[in-house]
């Protein structure tokens, strides 16, 4: 279904589009939020954050690596705030990975997949 086949209002041009291209933007998006809402840091240390990443050497022009800015503040934030270190959030996304590479096509990725190193 889509926006056009409900009694939803039209919106103007170019607000039908995804506001993320890929699931993962979404996923980092909630849980820079999530963290938030749990008082892990304020509004403020989160925009310094990003803004220190989107400021860096080589961003694009057009913005489209934006979300792997986001991605990078997320986790220095999470660093910096003795949450969650580099090392440890490399290995995690080492392990989903693996496990992705593991798991038979049109099943769901679960950690537990995870042959290890």
Known sequence: MSRRD????????GFDTPVFAEPWQA???????ALHDKGLFSWSE???ALSIEVKK??????????????LAALESLLATKGLA???DVDAMAEAWERAAHATPHGKPILLENDPGP
């Open 46 to 48: 989160w925009a310094q």
């Open 85 to 87: 270190a580099k090392s």
């Open 57 to 70: 050497p080589g961003a694009a022009a057009d913005g489209h690596d934006y979300y792997e800015h986001w």
């Open 6 to 13: 409900t009694d939803l209002p039209e919106l103007p041009p």
């Open 27 to 33: 996923e980092a998006f909630a849980m820079t939020v």
